[in-house]
């Protein structure tokens, strides 16, 4: 299994809702990423997960609030988001973070905030 | 940090031609250097990579180069199909970084019938 899945796929919400983005990897990667990725432009990183601990955070705002449950699962809460947070958030895994290792994407959750 | 510059932003070919981007980087310690391909709507995936020990790779009609000394990388596509036409985009792995991806900016490749 190759695969970092997703869920949703699209996902609309309003300003006030509380949401949350799910990614889950069965690779035995113990690094995990939040990317978020405008149009036409590169993913962009928000958050890092090494050993399931919060080993990056690149100044995200705080409405903006990622989880690790445990090594396979990651979670981005969303709440009181705005229109400019509209955008493809990817998730990633690699083996380990520091290792010369590719990062595995999941298809993204395409966010439209209203 | 660092800085990874990419060009050209987009390139436009006729099938059956080749087809470079280029990048350069800025931090010495970076060690990888992977190759992501993005097609329309879809996720990034790997197409190539290249570890700062080798020069050269190769893998059907995709190449990648590495100069350490210039600290400047480039892809290299031969006989182009219309079914390469997607963004890439280059990427480096930095101490600096915590060996955490650092991409170019994109290229966006247009292959014409």
């Known amino acids: 299994d190759t695969e970092v899945t997703q869920t949703p796929k699209h996902l609309v919400m309003g300003m006030t809702n509380k949401k949350s983005l799910k990614c889950e990897q069965h690779?035995?990667?113990?690094?995990m990423y939040w990317y978020k990725q405008k149009a036409k432009k590169p993913p962009e990183l928000m958050f890092v997960?090494?050993?399931?601990?919060?080993?990056i955070n690149e100044s995200v705002p705080s409405r903006f609030s990622p989880e690790c449950p445990n090594s396979s699962l990651l979670n981005l809460h969303l709440h009181a988001l705005q229109p400019e947070d509209s955008a493809l958030y990817l998730c990633?895994?690699?083996?380990?973070?520091?290792?010369?290792?590719?990062?595995?994407f999941g298809q993204g959750t395409r966010l439209t905030v209203v | 940090g660092e800085n990874v510059e990419q060009h050209p932003s987009t390139l436009s070919v006729q099938e059956g031609d080749s087809a470079v981007i280029k990048c350069t980087y800025s931090?010495?310690?970076?060690?990888?250097f992977p190759w992501y391909k993005q097609e329309l709507g879809k996720r990034p995936q790997l197409i190539i990579d290249?570890?700062?020990?080798?020069g050269e790779k190769k893998d059907q009609r995709i190449a990648v180069t590495l100069n350490k000394t210039a600290k400047h990388f480039s892809l290299h596509i031969t006989e182009t199909q219309p079914e390469d036409s997607a963004v890439y985009f280059c990427?480096?792995?930095?101490?600096?970084?915590?060996?955490?991806?650092?991409f170019g900016r994109g290229t966006s490749l247009i292959v014409h019938p």
């Open positions: 990633a895994s690699s083996q380990s973070q520091g290792g010369v290792t590719e990062a595995f």
């Open positions: 690779m035995g990667h113990r690094a």
């Open positions: 997960y090494s050993y399931e601990k919060l080993s």
């Open positions: 931090d010495s310690a970076s060690n990888y």
């Open positions: 290249i570890r700062s020990n080798v």
């Open positions: 990427a480096a792995h930095s101490r600096g970084g915590s060996y955490i991806p650092t």
